[in-house]
C-alpha cells in the first residue's frame, strides 16, 4: 500500500492536471463573452449564453459516445481484441459526424424558431440568431473534438489532449479578438471563431490517430448497431449530467426574462461565466482523485481510498473558502470586467445579483466531491441522484417556486436552495456507503 506522503503527492499530481484542463476548456466561452460584451454590447453577450444550452446538448451527445466508447475500447484492449477496438473506434466517428452535420441542417433549416426557443426575443434576437448561424456548422466539430480527446487518453496520450486543449483555447482567444475588433464580425465572428478553434482540435486529433504507432486507429468498418446497446447505457450518467446543465441555464434564461427583463439576463450570464469556473475547478479537484480513489477501492484498500477522501474535502474546504470570499469581496470589479462603465446601475445589480447566487459555493463543491465519490466506488444510483438532484430537480423546483410564489431578485437563491437540498441527500448517501464499509 502507497505511504501517506506519496498518496498524498498523487492525488494533488492528479487534481492539478485535471482542473488545469477543465479551467482551460471553461475559457472558450467566458472569452466569447467578454470580447463580445466589450466589442459588440452586454446584450449581444447575452446572445453568446442563450445558446450556451445548444452546445450543452452537443457536449452530452460527445460525453455519451466518448464515454462509452472509450471503455469498451478499453476492454477490447486488454482482451487483445485490437481489430474490434479499430472497428468500434472508426464506426463511432463515423456515426458522430453525421450527427453533427444533422443537427447543423436542422439548426439552419429553424434557424429564428429554435432562437426564440432558447429564449431570444427583443434586442437579443437578432445577435442570437447571428451566434447561431456562426455556431452551427461547426456542430461536428465540437461534438468529434471532446470525444477525440477522452480516446487520445485512451490511447495513452494524456498530456497530447491537454496541449490541444489549450492550443485551441489560445488560438480562440486570437480569433475572437480579430474577429470582432479588427474585422468587426460582431456576435457571428465570435461564434466562428469558436467554431474554428475546434475544427483545429479536430485535426490534431485526427492526425495523431492517422499515425501507425497507435494502439487504435481508423479503419474500414462494417456498420454494428448492436454494440450501441452496451455503449449508450454506460455514457449515459455522464451524459445526463451535462444536459442537465444545459436544461438549468435553459430554464433560468427563459424565467429571467419574464421576470428581470434583458438587464437581468446580462447579470445572469455574467454569473453563468464566474460558475463556470468556480463548478470546473470543483469537478476537476473530484474528478481528478476518483481514479485514484476507484484504484484502492478495488484493492479493498478502505484506508487508502477514506484517506483520499480526505484529501479531497481538505481541498475543497480551501477553495471554498477562496472562491467563496472572492465573489463576496470582489463582485462589483466582477461585473465591471463585463459591464460598460456607462451603465452603473446594471454593474450594481449584477453584483448584487453574483453575491446572492455566490451563497450556494458553500455546499456546491462539497456536493460534487460526493457524488464523485460515490460514483469512484461504483455506487452509480447514489451518484446520478445527486448529480441530478443538484443539477436539475431540486434547482429547477426551487426556481420555479421562488420565481412564482416571491418573484424578483428571490430566483437568485435557488441555487441556494439546491445545494442545500442536495447536501443532505448526498451526507445520508455517504453516511450508508461509510458506515456499511466499516461494519464489513
Not at 359 to 368: A, K, R, T
Request: contains cysteine.
Amino acid at each position: 500500500m502507497l505511504n501517506e506522503r506519496s498518496l498524498l503527492s498523487q492525488f494533488l499530481h492528479f487534481i492539478a492536471a485535471t482542473v488545469a484542463s477543465l479551467m482551460v476548456f471553461s475559457l472558450y466561452s467566458i472569452v466569447d463573452g467578454l470580447f463580445v460584451a466589450k466589442g459588440v454590447g452586454e446584450y449581444a453577450m447575452s446572445a453568446v449564453n442563450l445558446a450556451v444550452p445548444f452546445t450543452n446538448v452537443l457536449f452530452s451527445i460527445a460525453i455519451i459516445f466518448a464515454v462509452g466508447s472509450s471503455t469498451i475500447i478499453a476492454i477490447y484492449l486488454g482482451q487483445e481484441q485490437g481489430e474490434k477496438a479499430n472497428g468500434l473506434f472508426s464506426q463511432n466517428l463515423a456515426l458522430l459526424v453525421a450527427i453533427g452535420l444533422t443537427i447543423s441542417v436542422l439548426v439552419f433549416v429553424f434557424l429564428e424558431p429554435f432562437a426564440r426557443l432558447l429564449g431570444a426575443r427583443g434586442v437579443t434576437l437578432p445577435y442570437t440568431i447571428d451566434y447561431l448561424k456562426g455556431l452551427a456548422p461547426f456542430a461536428v466539430c465540437f461534438i468529434v473534438s471532446y470525444n477525440m480527446e477522452v480516446l487520445i487518453k485512451t490511447d495513452g496520450y494524456p498530456k497530447l489532449a491537454i496541449l490541444t486543449v489549450v492550443i485551441g483555447c489560445l488560438t480562440n482567444c486570437v480569433l475572437d479578438y480579430l474577429a470582432i475588433f479588427v474585422l468587426d464580425w460582431g456576435v457571428w465572428g465570435a461564434a466562428v471563431a469558436t467554431g474554428l478553434s475546434q475544427l483545429l482540435t479536430c485535426v490534431i486529433y485526427l492526425a495523431h490517430f492517422l499515425q501507425g504507432h497507435n494502439t487504435f486507429h481508423l479503419v474500414r468498418f462494417k456498420m454494428d448497431w448492436s454494440i450501441y446497446r452496451r455503449l449508450l447505457p454506460i455514457g449515459v450518467a455522464d451524459g445526463v449530467t451535462e444536459l442537465c446543465n444545459g436544461v438549468m441555464i435553459f430554464l433560468f434564461n427563459r424565467i429571467i426574462l419574464q421576470c428581470l427583463g434583458d438587464d437581468g439576463l446580462v447579470s445572469y450570464t455574467i454569473i453563468a461565466y464566474v460558475n463556470t469556473l468556480i463548478v470546473n475547478t470543483m469537478l476537476g479537484i473530484s474528478q481528478g482523485s476518483q481514479p485514484l480513489i476507484s484504484y484502492h477501492y478495488g484493492k479493498e484498500d478502505a484506508a487508502g481510498y477514506r484517506k483520499l477522501l480526505r484529501y479531497g474535502a481538505t481541498a475543497v474546504a480551501i477553495m471554498t473558502a477562496v472562491i467563496f470570499a472572492g465573489v463576496m469581496l470582489f463582485a462589483p470589479q466582477i461585473a465591471g470586467i463585463f459591464v460598460d462603465a456607462e451603465k452603473p446601475w446594471l454593474a450594481a445589480d449584477t453584483a448584487g445579483a453574483l453575491r446572492r447566487y455566490g451563497l450556494c459555493y458553500l455546499l456546491l463543491g462539497g456536493n460534487i466531491l460526493m457524488g464523485g465519490f460515490l460514483t469512484a466506488v461504483e455506487q452509480p444510483k447514489a451518484a446520478i441522484s445527486i448529480s441530478v438532484g443538484r443539477g436539475l430537480a431540486f434547482q429547477a423546483g426551487a426556481l420555479f417556486l421562488l420565481a412564482f410564489a416571491v418573484g424578483g431578485t428571490a430566483i437568485w437563491y435557488a441555487p441556494l436552495v439546491s445545494e442545500a437540498l442536495c447536501a443532505v441527500m448526498a451526507v445520508l448517501f455517504m453516511r450508508k456507503f461509510l458506515n456499511k464499509t466499516r461494519a464489513a
